[in-house]
């Protein structure tokens, strides 16, 4: 089994920074595929952004340029820097992981199919 804990998460303003981190324990190991996701309320669940072993990466198009995956295989940890906040990234942002060999682009569009989900860490900008 495999556990991911998310922090990280806060209140700014818009224009501001954040950094999440997600710590992966257990059964876990640093080939899985995976992700950051969001869901603002009553809306559906999106991908952010996604990283594979290899360190590629894929981002939603809303955060391009914006938003940063990168990720630590020594201390099972990944990160999302996120600069430059808007009041639409207002959400609770989840941290996923998958062992199945995909692409990070594949990871993205995963939003409900990725093996391993954190309990979110709550994001909220304000104007």
């Known amino acids: 089994q495999v556990q991911l804990v998310e922090s990280g998460g806060g209140s700014v303003q818009a224009g501001g920074s954040l950094r999440l981190s997600c710590a992966a324990s257990?059964?876990?190991?640093?080939?899985?595929?995976m992700g950051w996701f969001r869901q603002a309320p009553g809306k559906e669940r999106e991908g952010v952004a996604a990283?594979?072993?290899?360190?590629?990466?894929s981002y939603a198009d809303s955060v391009k340029g914006r938003f940063t995956i990168s990720k630590d295989n020594a201390k099972n940890t990944l990160y999302l820097q996120m600069n430059s906040l808007k009041p639409e990234d207002t959400a609770m942002y989840y941290c996923?992981?998958?062992?199945?060999?995909?692409?990070?682009?594949?990871?993205?569009?995963?939003?409900?199919?990725?093996?391993?989900w954190g309990k979110g860490t709550l994001v909220t900008i304000s104007s």
């Open positions: 990283i594979e072993s290899d360190g590629s990466t």
């Open positions: 257990g059964y876990f190991y640093s080939r899985n595929c």
């Open positions: 996923a992981a998958d062992p199945t060999p995909m692409t990070a682009i594949q990871a993205l569009g995963a939003t409900y199919g990725m093996a391993y």
